[in-house]
């Protein structure tokens, strides 16, 4: 008895003494920007400025944007934060974000996301990738993004139409809008992508909806882990923490391998972004397999949660406002008139009303609240003497600058006029980032607009949408998912014309 309880002494003293090293080498990393002379916020041990896991009451976007606000009141043009006890940079001045995003990009070329290639391929893909790879990689993708390939794609878009349509006839109250959504652009990208039918529409539970829906799963554990692996990437890929889980990378990864093999046994052909990518190895370009797997799967992501996202918030922007609805609908239905009442890529590119109704639901709920960036070599911030050291993560702050109301009076109002050629004219540079800027721009931000655009153009012709009673109001966003969601979902009712 007396040797366990000895032991367990030890065992506490050791314990007690690794703490008190942790917390102590926190709290002297915690001196880093009281060292450099430049404005912070006081973090707290051990999550610094990030919220605590178990009390966390908004989403990182908001959490964000609080700094945001708080450090505009002050005058500041930048702050730092603490993830952890690693030291972020947030920028708050236009001037400051147009250097780091365009004018002097070869300091910040990387994002600076996690991702472990060794276990996890899948995650190396062009949206986490940085240096010189992403630039190779880049340049061989951006010729499948061009009008040209939009416009071969758009047939393919235009079929899924008539599963919604379908979908719609079987509803008309209490519509779970971002589901229904949801499911129409999983079904576009699919075939998009990888030239399946995935058939998401009629059956919920298919396979690509399920692994999809995964990927943006979050659990408060998930969501610590992948924060504390984007904050020391290097203790992460030890750790073995994944991006993404291996049951997703092993489905997406058989459906690219099995979708490839098949076409080459068969020599059959299809305007895809697989098919692309399959020509692009067929030309030489050094691309792998596992690099094709990859980029399938962050294009299926991205196209199909972005998009649904912002068609979902457009939608209830509509249903409370129905003078904006109307106005869109008579637009809608004017220019299909001289297409013989048929969405063409040419008739959504006259709609001007609706691009200024979705670049309002982008500027209001941008899916991305906030990009990163990291520096790859020091920088002297202009007109300041503060150094960026190489590694250091920056902050770019979508969501608050979109809410600020120094470019956007009344930024809680639902708009589309900021977006006329007038009022466009006069709007500040960098101050309306939804896609980013720069060279790191969203490279597929052509096909999501697209793509949203022929889902709203089908469904604000066909019916007309009121907010149920069942959406909260005012909207509450949820507090554990990176993309902005409503908490409870955006319900609607709809009334067919």
């Not at 139409?161 to 959504?181: C, F, P």
Request: with cysteine.
């Amino acid at each position: 008895m007396s040797l366990l309880l000895s032991f367990l002494l030890k065992l506490l003293s050791v314990v007690i003494s690794l703490i008190v090293v942790v917390v102590t080498v926190i709290k002297w990393k915690h001196q880093y920007w009281a060292n450099r002379a430049i404005p912070f916020f006081p973090p707290r041990v051990p999550f610094g400025n990030l919220q605590n896991p178990r009390r966390k009451k908004y989403s990182i976007g908001f959490h964000i944007k609080n700094f945001y606000d708080q450090a505009k009141k002050m005058g500041w043009k930048h702050c730092g934060l603490y993830f952890f006890a690693s030291p972020v940079y947030l920028v708050v001045d236009l001037d400051y974000l147009k250097h780091i995003m365009s004018t002097d990009f070869q300091y910040f070329v990387d994002r600076g996301m996690y991702y472990n290639e060794k276990i996890d391929p899948i995650s190396a893909h062009l949206f986490a990738l940085g240096g010189t790879r992403w630039k190779n990689l880049r340049s061989k993708l951006s010729p499948t993004f061009t009008s040209t390939k939009m416009k071969m794609m758009f047939p393919t878009l235009v079929e899924c139409v008539s599963l919604l349509l379908d979908a719609m006839v079987e509803k008309s109250v209490q519509i779970d809008i971002k589901e229904l959504l949801g499911r129409f652009t999983t079904d576009i990208i699919g075939s998009c992508a990888f030239g399946l039918d995935c058939n998401t529409i009629k059956e919920e539970n298919s396979p690509f909806r399920h692994y999809g829906k995964k990927v943006f799963f979050s659990t408060k554990l998930r969501t610590l882990k992948l924060t504390f692996a984007s904050s020391f990437p290097t203790l992460g890929r030890l750790l073995r923490i994944r991006q993404v889980s291996s049951d997703v990378s092993d489905f997406f990864r058989k459906i690219v391998k099995d979708t490839i093999e098949y076409r080459e046994e068969n020599q059959f052909s299809r305007p895809d972004f697989l098919q692309m990518l399959i020509d692009l190895r067929k030309e030489g370009a050094e691309i792998s397999l596992d690099e094709v797997i990859a980029q399938c799967f962050i294009f299926f992501l991205a196209g199909f949660e972005t998009s649904s996202t912002t068609m979902t918030f457009a939608l209830y922007e509509l249903a409370k406002n129905h003078q904006i609805q109307d106005k869109l609908r008579d637009e809608i239905v004017q220019v299909l008139r001289k297409y013989n009442d048929e969405i063409t890529y040419e008739g959504i590119t006259e709609m001007k009303y609706l691009d200024q109704v979705i670049e309002e639901s982008l500027r209001k709920y941008p899916p991305l609240p906030f990009v990163t960036r990291t520096c790859v070599m020091d920088y002297k911030v202009p007109h300041s003497d503060l150094i960026i050291e190489k590694g250091r993560r920056v902050i770019l702050p979508i969501l608050a600058l979109h809410h600020d109301p120094q470019f956007w009076p009344e930024p809680q109002n639902f708009d589309p006029e900021r977006f006329n050629d007038q009022n466009k004219s006069l709007r500040q540079q960098y101050s309306y980032i939804p896609f980013g800027e720069g060279p790191r721009f969203c490279i597929g931000k052509k096909f999501g607009l697209t793509q949203t655009k022929v889902g709203l153009v089908a469904l604000i012709k066909n019916y007309e949408f009121s907010v149920n009673s069942k959406t909260t109001n005012p909207l509450k966003m949820a507090a554990n998912t990176f993309i902005l969601s409503a908490e409870g979902g955006i319900w609607l009712d709809s009334k067919k014309l």
